[in-house]
C-alpha cells in the first residue's frame, strides 16, 4: 500500500475510533479532508487487469458484468476505506442508501460524476 494511503488509513483509524468522548466535528475531519485531497490515481496502484479477471470469473459463474465494483483498501472496527469502480460506457450508479451513525469522505479519483445527496429533517417542531 502506498505511503499517502497508509497515511490516510491511519488518520481514518485514529478519528473514528471508539474512544470515550471522541467526537466528530468539522475540524477534527480536516486533516483527514487534506489527506484524501491528495491522493491521487498513481497511490492506490490500480491493476484494471484485476478488475478484467474479477469480471471475467463473475461472468464463468453466470453472473451479469456489474457496472459497479470495488476494491476493499483496510477494514476494521473503526473505519472502513474503499474504491468503487464505477464504469462510464454502463451507466454505473450507486442506489441511494444511508450509512446510519456513519462519517463518509468521497474523492473522484478519475472521470467525473454527479452526487445528490439527501438530509432528513425531521417535520416535528
Do not use: W
Not at 494511503?5 to 475531519?29: D, H, M, W, Y
Not at 491522493?39 to 457496472?67: C, M, S, T, V, Y
Not at 474503499?82 to 441511494?96: D, Q
Request: with cysteine; proline share 6%; charged share 25%.
Amino acid at each position: 500500500m502506498a505511503a499517502q494511503i497508509q497515511r490516510l488509513a491511519q488518520l481514518c483509524t485514529t478519528l473514528f475510533s471508539n474512544k470515550p468522548g471522541n467526537v466528530i466535528t468539522k475540524e477534527r475531519l480536516q486533516p483527514l479532508s487534506n489527506a484524501l485531497n491528495k491522493i491521487e490515481a498513481k497511490h492506490l496502484d490500480f491493476d484494471q487487469e484485476k478488475i478484467i479477471k474479477r469480471e471475467k470469473l463473475l461472468k464463468e459463474k453466470g453472473f451479469q458484468k456489474a457496472p459497479v465494483t470495488y476494491m476493499p483498501l483496510k477494514e476494521t472496527d473503526a473505519c472502513t476505506m474503499c474504491v468503487f469502480i464505477m464504469k462510464r460506457e454502463e451507466g454505473g450508479s450507486l442506489p441511494l442508501h444511508d450509512h446510519p451513525g456513519m462519517h463518509g469522505l468521497l474523492k473522484v479519483i478519475s472521470g467525473q460524476r454527479k452526487i445528490r445527496s439527501y438530509t432528513v429533517i425531521d417535520s416535528e417542531p
